[in-house]
């Protein structure tokens, strides 16, 4: 095919047009997501005994914050389980269709189920923030949050290892 065939320049600017959909806010989400993966990835691997037997398999997103939460320690009714699940639904609305109103409806959920578990004090502060302030506000809340249960699930693999003699 050459490069000024007709079919290949309608391709090229659609696609250019597409890619100009994403803006600060889809970037915000797709960057964050990955991050919250991540964190995710660290604390299955420190709450895991043997993690390794995982590689290689393919967990989605929602399997490994399902498999989080159900490994959360007295966390698993916190607030930021419902934004991390909201973030998920607005990324895959980015990731497989680009249409503005339902992307705006799933920021719409991200922006109140993050609003309602800050305190009434930093809820306020974000009142008029932008799409993409609250997306990655919310993202990074979610990774802290997971990156906090890495750090206690840590601390509770210490306790085990130095304490726990098999056979014993």
């Not at 100009?20 to 806010?25: G, H, I, L, S």
């Not at 990955?34 to 420190?46: N, T, W």
């Not at 990774?143 to 304490?163: C, H, M, P, S, Y």
Request: glycine content about 4%; aromatic content about 6%.
């Amino acid at each position: 095919m050459k490069s000024d065939d007709p079919r290949l320049e309608a391709n090229l600017k659609t696609m250019e047009e597409r890619a100009a959909k994403f803006n600060a806010r889809m970037l915000a989400v797709m960057k964050g997501h990955m991050i919250i993966e991540q964190a995710m990835d660290g604390f299955l691997d420190a709450s895991l005994f043997h993690a390794d037997q995982l590689r290689g398999a393919k967990f989605t997103f929602n399997h490994k914050a399902q498999l989080c939460r159900a490994l959360s320690l007295n966390e698993d009714k916190d607030k930021s389980w419902a934004v991390l699940r909201a973030i998920n639904r607005l990324r895959n609305q980015i990731a497989h269709d680009l249409d503005d109103e339902k992307i705006g409806e799933k920021m719409e959920e991200v922006r109140k189920t993050y609003l309602a578990l800050l305190t009434k004090r930093q809820a306020e502060g974000f009142a008029e923030s932008p799409d993409h302030e609250i997306a990655q506000s919310a993202c990074m809340h979610c990774a802290g949050f997971i990156a906090t249960l890495t750090g206690e699930a840590t601390a509770r693999r210490a306790v085990i290892d130095k304490n726990w003699k098999p056979g014993t």
